[in-house]
Every structure is written in structure tokens, then in C-alpha cells.
């Protein structure tokens, strides 16, 4: 058995369960009498009352021609900086965030300013809500008791460094938004268009299940972060599922560089590129040591592998860990 099989081994046996991980034999013992039984016509009924297009009162932007997009800033002006020059070369039309921008790094009040120099429209992630609303946690979504261990560290740190002013800026920010890039009509979201809070990895996200999210939001694309990790998928209806990335820290890749997404319009289609962005890691790296952030958090800019936020990746992200 290779390292990679091994690490894919030790995660089986366990199923999750809402916010928990359970036993599988006890997920299988209550899914097996959950649920109803319908005929054919009863359950294409609701199938199609399921994936019915809710109501959304967002407005769409745009169109635009070409449009970046990233998440996760995680205090990390260093990489906002080069982010901002690199999409000013792209010479795209608008920029997104998709929240999270306070985390690991350090003095977070240095992230507005850039936001608002670059023009960059942002929405909501749990970082902005908690912070907003003045809860004790990030609302990250973790179930591991070491991985809350970390992001009580970094909830802590940022909480205590941003200023009143900055969190109600980060209170009026829209949880969603809706802009066209040529003829399609891209959703935005931090988490999930269900929770702001909601994991979407490319290993435990079938093909399906992002169809019908993007029934139900009658969208011909979805954008989200939240897990650090990019990804997109082109989906049989032709529809798009992108994880934009996050600038704040690397991608679990043994690289330093980090990822943002760029769609531009290519006749009625969209390319859709996700993008390496290199940045000067190693001035972040003196200011982290300066502000006596964790050196668990400092490792991973160093090196690109995570040391922290681990047990939530499934087992395929994980396989492909050093940790």
C-alpha cells in the first residue's frame, strides 16, 4: 500500500453527519429508514418542485467582458497587493471577493484600503458575519477539535485588531451577487448558495448536486471559496461550478503561490482560467513572526502545505497532503 492509499485508508469508517463525523455503520443504520417510497409520476413531481427556481431579488451586474474573482484574503495584504496589479494587467472589467478576509495573517486592517483601491466588490463570508454581528467564533464550519483550536487563534487575532468602523463595512456587505460575463448569468457566494458556511471540495460535490443548485438559482454558474481549495467543473448541462480560490494562503500544493479566477466572455461561451498569483510571502512571513502568530500558520505560507484546517478535507484532498 502506497502513502497515498494509506491516508485514504485511515479516513474510512466515518461519515458526515450535519456538523459531526459519525460511525458509518450508524449514518447507514438511520439513512436506511429515512425518506419516503414514491412511484415514478409522485417522486418526477417532486424532483421537479425540489430543483424549482427560488425567488432572488439580487441584481444582476454587468455585462461585463472579462471579470476576476477570488476569496479567502485572510489579512494577507501582501497577496491582495500583487492581486491587484495582476488583474489590473488581465485588464479586467470588475473584481470579486468572495469574503473571508480576515484569518491567519496579520493586521487586518491593512485589507480595506487595498479593497477600495482596486474598486474590488465584495460579499459576505463567515469571517464578515461573525465579526459583523460580534460573535465568540468564525462560524468556520469545522468539526475537528484541532482544527477550531487554529481558528479560534485566528478569529481571536482579528477580532481584537479590527476596528468597529471596519466591521460594520463588513455588516453592509451583500451576502450574494449576480453579474452577467456575455450571455451568462454567474451566481456569487462564499460557502454554498445554501450556507455561507458550507464546504464544496471537488471530491464530495457530484454533478447532480451543482446541477441542481444551479436549477434552484436558475444560474448558468456558480462561484464560491470557503475551502481554500480551486477547482471548476464544467457540468453535462454545459454550466459552470467554480471554486475561485483564495489569496490568503496556498493551495495544500507545496507551492507559495496563490489563486484567483479569471472568466472572460469567448463568443456565447465563457473561458474560465484559474490563475497562480506569486506575491512576496516572505514580507509576510517577518510580520506574522512580529505580530507572534502560530508558527503552524507561518509554515504553511513558507511552504505551501497546510498544517492547520486539516480534518475537514475529505479523504482524496487529504490523500494529496503532506500532513
Known sequence: MDRDDEKLTAHRGLATWGEKLVPLGR??????????????????????????????????????????????????????????????????????????????????????????QGGVLAIQGNYEESLAAGHDDCNCGYTDPRDN???????????????????RWMGDLPPRRRVWVGNREFLLVHGSPRRVNEFLFASTSPDPFLEVLLDQEGADGLLFTHTGLHWHRRLPSGRDAINAGVIGRPANDGR???????????????????????????????????????????????????????????AKERALSRY
Open 27 to 116: 449514518f447507514h443504520e438511520a439513512t436506511a429508514h429515512a425518506g419516503r417510497v414514491l412511484d415514478g409520476a409522485d417522486r418526477e413531481r417532486e424532483r421537479r418542485a425540489f430543483a424549482a427556481r427560488r425567488p432572488d431579488s439580487t441584481t444582476v451586474e454587468g455585462p461585463y467582458t472579462r471579470v476576476a474573482v477570488f476569496g479567502g484574503v485572510y489579512n494577507n495584504h501582501c497577496a491582495l497587493e500583487a492581486l491587484l496589479q495582476a488583474v489590473r494587467d488581465d485588464a479586467v472589467e470588475a473584481v470579486y471577493c468572495l469574503g473571508d478576509l480576515g484569518g491567519f495573517g496579520p493586521s487586518p486592517e491593512r485589507v480595506r484600503p487595498l479593497l477600495e
Open 149 to 167: 483550536h487554529f481558528a479560534e487563534i485566528s478569529y481571536s487575532y482579528t477580532a481584537a485588531r479590527t476596528s468597529a468602523e471596519f466591521k
Open 256 to 314: 507559495t503561490s496563490v489563486w484567483y479566477t479569471l472568466i472572460e466572455a469567448s463568443g456565447d461561451d465563457v473561458s474560465i482560467t484559474l490563475k497562480p498569483l506569486d506575491y512576496d510571502y516572505q514580507k509576510l512571513i517577518i510580520e506574522m513572526r512580529a505580530e507572534e502568530l502560530p508558527e503552524e500558520f507561518i509554515e504553511t505560507i513558507a511552504t505551501g502545505w497546510w498544517t492547520t484546517c486539516l480534518e475537514i478535507l475529505p
